[in-house]
């Protein structure tokens, strides 16, 4: 069983750029989209991103698009997820998390889940 951890949240000015990263333990990662969805206070976890098994293919969601950018690394077991000119409305909870589905952007599709790094971003 995949194991995530994520990493490289923190507060940022709008405008500002961060880099998320997450890290796989366990299972075979390379057979895994993987993706990073994010959860604002008071509201449902949101889909941001998700890159296939082979890092061929993405998809993003529409707030996202031209601002983020998913990666990722086989070799290190690990994704990323560059975020610039970040906005108050991007800030909350971002979790990365596994599919053994083909580019899902809901929830359900997903196995398996890290524990969410913070972001705020302040105006």
């Given at each position: 069983?995949?194991?995530?951890?994520?990493?490289?949240g923190?507060?940022?000015?709008?405008?500002?750029?961060?880099?998320?990263?997450?890290?796989?333990?366990?299972?075979?990662?390379?057979?895994?989209?993987?993706?990073?969805?994010?959860?604002?206070?008071?509201?449902?976890?949101?889909?941001?991103?998700?890159?296939?098994?082979?890092?061929?293919?993405?998809?993003?969601?529409?707030?996202?698009?031209?601002?983020?950018?998913?990666?990722?690394?086989?070799?290190?077991?690990?994704?990323?997820?560059q975020?610039?000119?970040?906005?108050?409305?991007?800030?909350?909870?971002?979790?990365?998390?596994?599919?053994?589905?083909?580019?899902?952007?809901?929830?359900?599709?997903?196995?398996?889940?890290?524990?969410?790094?913070?972001?705020?971003?302040?105006?």
């Open positions: 069983q995949v194991h995530l951890v994520e990493s490289g923190g507060s940022v000015q709008a405008g500002g750029s961060l880099r998320l990263s997450c890290v796989a333990s366990g299972g075979t990662f390379d057979q895994y989209g993987v993706g990073w969805f994010y959860q604002a206070p008071g509201k449902y976890r949101e889909f941001v991103a998700i890159m296939d098994s082979s890092g061929a293919k993405r998809r993003y969601s529409d707030s996202v698009e031209g601002r983020f950018t998913i990666s990722r690394d086989n070799a290190k077991n690990a994704i990323y997820l975020m610039n000119d970040l906005r108050s409305e991007d800030a909350g909870v971002y979790y990365c998390a596994a599919s053994l589905n083909y580019l899902p952007t809901y929830e359900g599709a997903y196995s398996v889940w890290g524990q969410g790094t913070q972001v705020t971003v302040s105006s």
